[in-house]
């Protein structure tokens, strides 16, 4: 399938000045659709990478897990945080959360280009844990618009002092939609309503966990439980 291209700019980037590969150097790359491409560089610039990608690889390391992780939108690294960490862990899809008490407030302007922050976040992710397919990440939506979406998927939402474990959570074929608040927490009013659209109250144990840590530990669990951790 010889073929040669120009990698993208943060590609080329990553590719010359922090690697500091040279012409002639083999690489592997990926665009998203769950292969990859063994290559090798034909020309090096400070800007510009030009490559020829020789054959295409199915590899599959998607967990059979479906794990679609709705997050209260924390504030600085927290989020950043979360996406590469459970990007790590193999979550399927991510949408930020915008809740009673995120601290997070932006216009819409200012969301795009920090969805556009947390898209590349999650591509480098994947190329450092070695995915192939990216995680779907969701724009910015509201509690209420989060519990209207239509899902199959077993609902959770993670509230501590609930009476049912995340680890005892039956296994679904459907997977899971799993919702964690931001700093602070979820309200009482608003963990009411999730109970109301049908989601289940679970938790994780007696502590009462950082926003960052509470979603990192409920894939991980779900992962470790129903998937293949």
């Not at 969301?111 to 590349?120: D, L, V």
């Not at 979406?149 to 679904?172: D, I, N």
């Not at 997977?175 to 989601?199: A, F, K, N, T, V």
Request: a neutral charge.
């Amino acid at each position: 399938m010889d073929e040669e291209f120009c990698l993208s700019d943060d590609a080329a980037h990553h590719v010359a000045n922090v690697l500091r590969l040279k012409a002639n150097h083999p690489v592997v790359l990926f665009n998203g659709d769950g292969n990859e491409y063994s290559a090798v560089i034909i020309a090096v610039s400070r800007k510009k990478v030009v490559v020829e990608a020789d054959a295409c690889l199915t590899i599959g390391k998607e967990s059979p897990l479906t794990i679609h992780l709705g997050q209260g939108v924390s504030k600085g690294d927290r989020m950043d945080l979360v996406l590469q960490k459970s990007v790590e862990l193999g979550v399927t899809a991510i949408t930020p959360v915008v809740t009673q008490r995120c601290a997070v407030k932006l216009d819409e302007k200012r969301w795009e280009k920090k969805w556009h922050q947390w898209q590349k976040i999650i591509a480098g992710a994947c190329e450092q844990c070695g995915r192939n397919i990216l995680p779907t990440l969701s724009q910015p939506v509201t509690l209420n618009q989060w519990l209207a979406q239509s899902t199959k998927a077993q609902r959770l939402v993670l509230a501590p002092g609930a009476h049912t474990a995340l680890s005892k959570t039956p296994y679904s074929s459907n997977g899971y939609r799993i919702l964690i608040g931001p700093e602070g927490g979820l309200s009482d009013s608003e963990i009411h309503q999730c109970q109301e659209s049908g989601y289940t109250r679970v938790n994780m144990g007696p502590r009462i966990l950082r926003t960052e840590t509470a979603a990192l530990a409920s894939i991980t669990i779900l992962q470790s439980v129903h998937g293949d951790l």
